[in-house]
């Protein structure tokens, strides 16, 4: 077809304005050389760039297998479930007192919409000419605004579970070895007289809610078992000891010879 002709403007018809129309793209053919064809051009450039990005996930994936954690216990009862880290931030949202309980709709609905709404609106709502991000104070605050949100929002809710519940997210490891408890072994009186320690560490400490304790006199020193009875642990509460402190220190002695 013939090129654009710039100096051609048609008159009579009231109902056509006789400027240029917005959002009629230019013709390809008024920039030689700064043009390709989209097919199979551009898509082939496009394919290749996404190749590469995909061989290294590949590599990616073979030489760093994703990590799996302990296997699912039914009887672990002090067991937290996490979101995966990129719906954290969400997942602790919910944990304020201004978005959840009566306010819910608020933490799953109002925040959240109004936030990826305003991102799916920005063509609309930012419609200025200026394009440097300094120009468009309100808009570059905004998303500052959530970057930063999103991102402490994810390390809050990983601070807290780690504070919690222990390094290991999902419940892996500290609770994990109630499958190893020697199903022989009896536990001395002290343990016995003890029967709040035996409803999260069992009869004979082979572990259920806690950990096994059948070997963890080669864990801890004594003064460390102490401490864990006293304090507590990730989700073992202090103070669950009832007795003298001679029977404490005694309780202590025994675990820690558990070797
Ligand atoms: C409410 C359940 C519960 C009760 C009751 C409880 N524990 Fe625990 N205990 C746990 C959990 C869970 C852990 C693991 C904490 C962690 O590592 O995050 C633990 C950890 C321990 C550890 C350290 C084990 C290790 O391998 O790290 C010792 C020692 C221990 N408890 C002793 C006791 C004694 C003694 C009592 C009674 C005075 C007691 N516990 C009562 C739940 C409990």
């Excluded at 056509?16 to 053919?29: E, G, L, M, T």
Aim: charged content about 20%.
């Amino acid at each position: 077809m013939a090129k654009h002709d710039k100096d051609a403007t048609f008159v009579g018809d009231s109902r056509v304005s006789a400027k240029r129309i917005p959002n009629i793209s230019p013709s390809y053919s008024d920039f030689p050389g700064k043009s390709e064809a989209f097919w199979p051009n551009f898509l082939l450039k496009e394919w290749m760039v996404a190749a590469v990005g995909l061989i290294a996930f590949l590599v990616l994936t073979v030489s760093h297998e994703s990590p799996l954690t302990a296997k699912a216990n039914p009887n672990d009862t002090s067991f937290v479930p996490l979101p995966d880290w990129y719906f954290l931030f969400l997942y602790q949202l919910l944990k304020y007192p201004w978005a959840a309980g009566d306010y819910v709709i608020l933490g799953i609905l109002g925040i959240p919409g109004v936030a990826f709404g305003a991102m799916v609106l920005v063509p609309w709502l930012d419609a200025g000419k200026e394009r440097r991000p300094l120009k468009r104070p309100v808009t570059t605050g905004l998303m500052m605004l959530s970057l930063f949100s999103i991102f402490f929002l994810t390390w809050a809710a990983h601070d807290e579970h780690v504070k919690k519940h222990g390094a290991s997210h999902g419940g892996a490891g500290a609770n994990a070895p109630a499958a190893a408890a020697d199903p022989n072994f009896k536990a001395g009186d002290i343990w016995t007289a003890q029967a709040s320690c035996q409803g999260c560490h069992g009869k004979n400490l082979e572990g259920t809610a806690g950990p096994n304790l059948q070997k963890v006199g080669e864990k801890y020193k004594p003064e460390e078992i102490k401490e864990i009875i006293t304090k507590g642990k990730g989700s073992m509460p202090p103070g669950m000891f009832k007795g003298s402190d001679e029977d404490l220190n005694k309780l202590v002695e025994y675990l820690a010879s558990l070797k």
